[in-house]
């Protein structure tokens, strides 16, 4: 009631002492001074004067000092003031964070002489301690302020101390000499400040005190030998301090001491068998100093303990038998070098909490009766050498909130028992050999905030269950040889912020969610392929490599159209195995329907070879030249232009093995003649089930028909069934360019002048063929041949189009098993692919013509990309190193230079910086330029 009728009028008052202070107080400062000087006896009023100025002297942004008046006689009512009830004068200051600052002023603090408690805790003071304190006071707590300067010596000789309380301050220098022995102290908390120097000594035998707390100061030298002599000790902290040499032995006399801190020093020598003489210890820590040799057993004489740290040392031997023997609730040993094995005797006290043991030496297999520790919470035995399977026993550990093995040498299964841990927050398992696949059962740890699994051999599929886990933000599940697609589930993980599974063989489209969408490249690189399925990604930070396959699993380098080689029967048989495709290149990334493609190959494979020829006789000899109307029912010869309509030969000849040029990923190639002599290349498509339907399939083919450039291989003519699909190409006698580049002696190399000109002729192709909107989609140098007179033609252009809408991922393989040629772009589902990623493979295409070498290159156990190899050749300026040495001479390294960087420039991730064709064309004219006459007619 009282104190109400004061609030009200506070935030008035308050203004106004802010406003005006000196003015309203300087007659009341002078009256004091006076007062003070003539040292009058201090009456009830005198504290009133000494409280207001003590206010005047601190600032006061609450206003929880506005009540304070020196309009009032009495202070007792006033908040914070307590006056001993038989005088009236004021025995207790208790203000705690009230936001108060400044400085504590001393002749007011002096003039409180009944004054038996201070406290001031968690305010802003500042300044230095008065130098003297009310003779009376026996309690001061200034903890949690901002005072500095150091503790005054006089503090000595305040006799009737019995707490003191300065933690948390700014103060520096030394404690004080003395203070042990002030005769009425029982508690000093010192802790948390920048004392410095040496802790003096003069433990009376008589002293008082049961409470010092020296911690987190910058105390230094040995800890006083004497003060085991304060008997009546309870609690000892001098941790976090520098203090160096033994624990002094005078310790061990403290019965009563039921906590002794002094971690983070750099106390030394062996831990010392007494300490189990302090029976009535509960609290040990030794953590961080520099203690050797073995963990004494004589400590399970300290039958109360019950949090022990030892972490942190170099203690060396066995695990203590005591650490399971005795009541104990929380014992860490991490962080030395203990080792041999982990036992837990079968009587074990079932009181442990937190258990942790990582770091040391520790081997064998993680015992199974750690589970009958029913109440821990806190396990970790990461990074030791332990061993064997991770026990099924834990999936009884029903509080089990963190789990921390990594680390460690275990192998084999995780058990599905682990599922029975729900309340397992973290489960750390990573860097070890554990194998099989992550269990399913992992979805009923509801509780799972972390799991990191990284660095094991898990194989197999993302369970979906994990997409039940709403509560996990960081998943490491990088480095493993998980498979498959991730679980759509996980979009519902809303509170992820972390994701890692690179470096695994997974596959598909990113599970749909704003983390999936913005996930960081480091995050998913070295898969077989993940995507971004965020409509607008351009998937460029996705997919920073060149996409590269098997170059044993692929059917190439054979071209689709030159002559046969003896590997080829070989080749045939490799074509089965493109479904052991696999990723290389750090980062690279492929992304595959493996699957899908095995499936195309075995019904390639599956169709009977002996039905091809008959399919063909049917209606083999009623060829039909541009009749579009004839062919409706049954399979027409479709020839376009004004060549010869039949063929020389016999049907069953037509696709003869023994007129097989090679395979593409297409179909098959073979070598016709028409009845006027003039030979074709016969392709068939071996992807016929999945042709789009008739009609379709014309009207594209006959768009392919019409282009007409003399660097591309023409179209003749088609054939149609519904199981047979033919198209006759014009026959190229000089072999791909392909052959040219690999497969040629040193004399009878492509010169530079052949070189360049190819290059051009081939960029004159494309340019021709974007701009009939076909895009090529399958560059590279097989299927670039030569005429008779040198020039390029560009063939197996626009063939994508004839398929249906299929997975890209599949059509990607189909079409671009050759090695290295592929845009990024192309394995990412929602990027639209654009006539870009021809831009891509002619990029890549030129640096083979340049170089001489393969798109990608194959070693031991390194992958050699070319277009990352003349890149960096060129940052290091020495990029005459990589020009093809057939070349030597012969031509210019400023022109060549320029070539390479537009090719470089052509390989860019980024579809939009790669330039169009046409460009290209007119840059390679101006390089040429200086030597020849650029040519009139681009296309
Ligand atoms: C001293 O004050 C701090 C902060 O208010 C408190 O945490 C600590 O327990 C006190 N020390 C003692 C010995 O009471
Ligand atoms: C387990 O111990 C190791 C080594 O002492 C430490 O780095 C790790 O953070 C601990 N794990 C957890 C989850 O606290
Ligand atoms: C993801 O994991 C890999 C392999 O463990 C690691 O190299 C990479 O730094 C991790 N990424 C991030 C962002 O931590
Ligand atoms: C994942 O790998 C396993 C074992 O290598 C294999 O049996 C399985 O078919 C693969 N799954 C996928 C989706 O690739
Ligand atoms: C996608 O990009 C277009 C144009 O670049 C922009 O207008 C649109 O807002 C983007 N959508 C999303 C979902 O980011
Ligand atoms: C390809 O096959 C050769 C010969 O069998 C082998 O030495 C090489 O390591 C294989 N390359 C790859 C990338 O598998």
């Known amino acids: 009631m009282i104190s109400s009728r004061h609030t009200s009028s506070s935030a008035a008052t308050a203004a106004a002492a802010m406003a005006t202070p000196s003015c309203l107080l300087l007659p009341v400062l002078a009256l004091l001074s006076a007062a003070f000087g003539a040292a009058a006896a201090a009456t009830v009023s005198d504290d009133v004067l000494a409280l207001v100025v003590l206010k005047s002297g601190l600032s006061d942004p609450a206003g929880r000092l506005a009540p304070w008046s020196e309009d009032a006689d009495r202070a007792c009512v006033w908040p914070g003031v307590s006056c001993d009830p038989r005088t009236g004068r004021v025995s207790g200051l208790d203000l705690p964070a009230a936001s108060l600052a400044g400085r504590l002023p001393r002749s007011a603090l002096l003039r409180l002489d009944a004054l038996l408690s201070l406290a001031l805790p968690a305010n802003r ?151 189990g003489e302090m029976a009535a210890l509960e609290r040990l820590d030794l953590s961080g100093n520099h203690f050797v040799g073995a963990i004494p057993d004589a400590i399970s004489g300290c039958k109360n303990l019950v949090d022990v740290d030892l972490s942190l040392n170099a203690l060396t031997g066995d695990l203590p038998w005591w650490v399971f023997g005795l009541p104990l609730q929380r014992v860490s040993i991490a962080g030395n070098a203990l080792s041999g094995w982990v036992k837990v005797p079968g009587d074990a006290a079932a009181t442990l909490e937190a258990l942790d043991l990582s770091g040391n030496a520790f081997t064998g297999a993680i015992p199974p009766e750690i589970a009958n520790f029913a109440r821990l919470q806190y396990l970790n035995l990461s990074s030791n050498s332990l061993s064997g399977q991770l026990p099924a026993s834990i999936g009884r550990m029903l509080l089990l909130e963190l789990l921390d093995v990594s680390a460690n040498k275990l192998e084999g299964d995780v058990p599905p028992e682990i599922g029975g841990a729900v309340a397992l927050k973290q489960l750390l398992m990573g860097r070890n050999s554990l194998s099989g696949g992550i269990p399913m059962e992992i979805g009923t740890c509801s509780s799972l905030i972390a799991l990191d699994l990284s660095h094991n051999k898990f194989a197999g599929p993302i369970p979906m269950s994990m997409g039940k886990l709403t509560g996990l933000q960081t998943v490491d599940l990088s480095d493993n040889l998980l498979n498959g697609t991730l679980p759509m589930e996980l979009s519902n993980l809303d509170s992820l912020r972390f994701f890692n599974v690179s470096h695994n063989s997974l596959s598909g489209s990113l599970p749909d969610s704003r983390f999936f969408d913005n996930i960081p490249y480091s995050f998913i ?124 030969t016999d049907g069953h000849a037509l696709l003869n093995k023994d007129c097989e040029l090679g395979r593409g990923g297409f179909g098959t190639v073979y070598k016709s003649v028409l009845r006027d002599g003039q030979p074709v290349a016969i392709k068939k498509l071996t992807v016929s089930s999945l042709v789009k339907s008739e009609d379709e399939f014309k009207q594209h083919v006959k768009l392919l028909g019409k282009v007409r450039h003399h660097n591309i291989v023409t179209l003749r003519g088609f054939y149609w069934t519904s199981s047979l699909q033919l198209l006759i190409y014009e026959f190229m006698p000089a072999g791909s360019l392909h052959q040219h580049l ?76 050759a090695l290295g040629y592929m845009a990024p772009e192309f ?60 070349l030597s001479g012969e031509f210019s390294m400023d022109e060549a230079t320029l070539v390479t960087k537009l090719a470089l420039v052509c390989t860019s991730q980024v579809p939009s910086q790669r330039p169009d064709m046409a460009e290209v064309v007119s840059m390679l004219e101006m390089v040429r330029s200086p030597q020849g006459t650029p040519e009139d007619d681009l296309v």
């Open 742 to 817: 690999h497969e040629c002696s040193e004399e009878s190399s492509l010169s530079w002048i052949e070189r360049f000109d190819i290059i051009i002729g081939v960029a004159r192709a494309l340019v021709h063929l974007h701009r009939h909107g076909i895009i090529h989609y399958n560059l590279k140098s097989s299927n670039v041949l030569l005429d008779t007179n040198g020039e390029p033609r560009v063939g197996d252009y626009g063939l994508v189009n004839l398929l249906p809408m299929l997975d890209r991922y599949v059509l990607s393989s189909k079409i671009q098993s």
């Open 125 to 275: 003071l500042s300044g230095p301690l008065p130098d003297a304190l009310p003779p009376r006071l026996r309690a001061v707590d200034l903890s949690g302020n901002a005072i500095s300067g150091v503790i005054p010596a006089s503090l000595a000789s305040c006799d009737s101390l019995v707490s003191l309380n300065l933690s948390g301050n700014r103060l520096t220098g030394p404690v004080p000499d003395g203070i042990w022995s002030l005769p009425s102290l029982r508690s000093v908390d010192l802790s948390g400040n920048l004392l410095s120097g040496t802790v003096p000594g003069g433990f009376p035998q008589s002293s008082s005190l049961r409470v010092v707390d020296l911690s987190r100061n910058l105390l230094e030298g040995d800890i006083p030998a004497d003060i085991g002599e304060a008997g009546l000790l309870k609690s000892l902290d001098l941790g976090r301090n520098s203090f160096t040499g033994a624990l002094p032995e005078s310790l061990r006399g403290l019965s009563g001491l039921s906590s002794l801190g002094a971690g983070g020093n750099a106390l030394s020598g062996e831990l010392p068998a007494w300490i």
């Open 525 to 648: 690189s070295d898969n077989a392929g993940l995507c971004s399925s965020q409509k607008n990604s351009s998937c460029n930070g996705v997919m920073p490599k060149p996409i590269v396959f098997n170059p044993n699993s692929s059917s190439d380098p054979l071209s689709d159209f030159g002559p046969s080689s003896p590997s080829n029967q070989h080749q045939k048989k490799m074509i089965l195995s493109i479904s052991t495709l696999i990723a290389i290149v750090g980062g690279a990334v492929i992304v595959i329907g493996v699957i899908t493609i095995t499936v195309l190959n075995l019904r390639t494979r599956a169709t009977p070879r002996s039905a091809l020829p008959t399919a063909l006789s049917d209606d083999y000899h009623s060829h039909s030249a541009e009749s579009p109307e004839n062919e409706a029912k049954s399979g027409k010869l479709v020839m376009f232009g004004r060549g010869s309509l039949d063929f020389s």
């Open 827 to 886: 394995t990412c589902r929602t990027v639209k692919v654009t006539e870009k990623c021809d831009i891509y493979s002619f990029g890549v295409l030129v640096l083979e013509i340049l170089t001489g070498r393969r798109p990608v290159e194959y070693l031991e156990d390194d992958v050699i990309v070319l277009s990352d190899l003349v890149r960096g050749a060129l940052d290091e300026d020495r990029l005459e190193e990589c020009m093809d040495p057939r």
